[in-house]
């Protein structure tokens, strides 16, 4: 799939915007702060109905303004998608074929994106928050029903936190509500962590070939999944409802003590193993750097498998940060199948060929103009 048209009203530092792409290699060029990110954060926005840099959705509104519209016009296979957000100080409003999404879970997943953006070296380094983020973003993208049973799960854990915290002072004492809702949340986490396990082993079969390419055949790669209790993959519901009915059956009093859930899928983290080794506390930067790009060129053929299509790669200040070995491997794996967005300062660092097949555009304080 590919975007063809994007419209911004008041978003972050346009006013207004108009802008046609093709579906090849679209180079945005611009001096710092000038709005290259504002651009591809759009598209990532009007694909995920959230941004991968802030969860403050005001954040996006233009100052001053209140609201902002994001309008593309998405290419697919099946013909033509236009798209539609808008973003206010109330929440927001999506429309995908001119029709209203009264659910956000319904509306995400119609257009496809994968961004890789320098912050992506967390998915490594960073804490496990950052990796949960990931996963239930990437699943959510081809599983609208895991969007709606992550939002569910996050209820319910809100929920028995609240009462943990009342038991905790005494505020109550009924010990029967606590159980129904440690049930209701043992069958949304035994959910949550068997397709989290699913993901995980499909985007490992993708990555391991793809960083031992990148690497030159010197590295493997492993992904796995670490759930906070003893749950394992390839459990089926019945028996992960068991492991985690034993764990909390075991806890009850010290969770009373601490006042919060202390196990679950909130909990969880994931792993990533470069020659068997956890790349995060011994890999070097370059493995961790390989290991990120691995992981999100996975995600395209993913996304491919699943959907049947491509998604839209989204390369914000990354391309001219990759050695050249890494650099043609990316560009070889996309050439001529994804629809890609680079923003760089300069071209200096972008490989010759794919800027001179390129279309190139010129973001100067808020307005982008085609140069090529
Ligand atoms: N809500 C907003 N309203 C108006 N302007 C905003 C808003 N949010 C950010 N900006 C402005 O957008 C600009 C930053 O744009 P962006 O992050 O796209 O920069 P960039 O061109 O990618 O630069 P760099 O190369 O440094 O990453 C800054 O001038 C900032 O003040």
Known sequence: MYIEELLLKNYRNYGQLEAHFENKVNVILGENAQGKTNV????????????????????????????????????????????????????????????????????????????????????????????????????????????HDISQYQKILQQRNHYLKQLQVRKQTDMAMLDILTEQFIGASAKIA?????????????????????????????????????????????????VYEEKFDKIKNREIE???????????????????????TYGSQGQQRTTALSVKLAELELINKEIGEYPILLLDDVLSELDDYRQSHLLNTIQGK???????????????????????????????????
């Open 40 to 147: 591809m954060e759009s598209i990532f926005v009007l694909a995920m109905a959230k941004s991968h840099r802030t969860s403050n959705d005001k954040e996006l509104i233009r100052w001053d303004d209140d609201y902002a519209k994001i309008e593309g016009r998405v290419i697919k296979s099946r013909g033509p998608l236009p798209m539609q957000l808008v973003i206010s100080k109330k929440g927001k409003r999506a429309k995908c074929n001119h029709i209203e999404q009264r659910r956000l879970s319904q509306y995400v997943g119609n257009m496809n994106v994968v961004m890789f953006a320098p912050e992506d070296l967390h998915l490594v380094k960073g804490s496990p928050q950052v990796r949960r983020r990931f996963i239930d973003m990437e699943i959510g993208q081809v599983s609208p029903v895991y969007l």
């Open 194 to 242: 068997a397709k989290r396990f699913e993901f995980l082993r499909l985007l490992q079969q993708w990555a391991e070939p793809i960083h031992n390419g990148i690497s030159r055949g010197l590295e493997t790669l492993e992904i796995r999944y670490r759930p906070s209790a003893d749950v394992s993959e390839g459990q089926d519901l019945s028996k992960m409802i068991k």
């Open 258 to 280: 601490r006042g919060t859930t202390m196990f679950g899928p909130h909990r969880d983290d994931l792993v990533f193993f470069v020659n068997g080794r956890d790349v995060q």
């Open 338 to 372: 994804v629809q890609t967005f680079v923003t760089t300062t300069s071209v200096d660092g972008i490989d010759h060929q794919t800027l001179k097949e390129a279309a190139a555009y010129r973001v100067e304080t808020g307005t982008m103009e085609r140069i090529q």
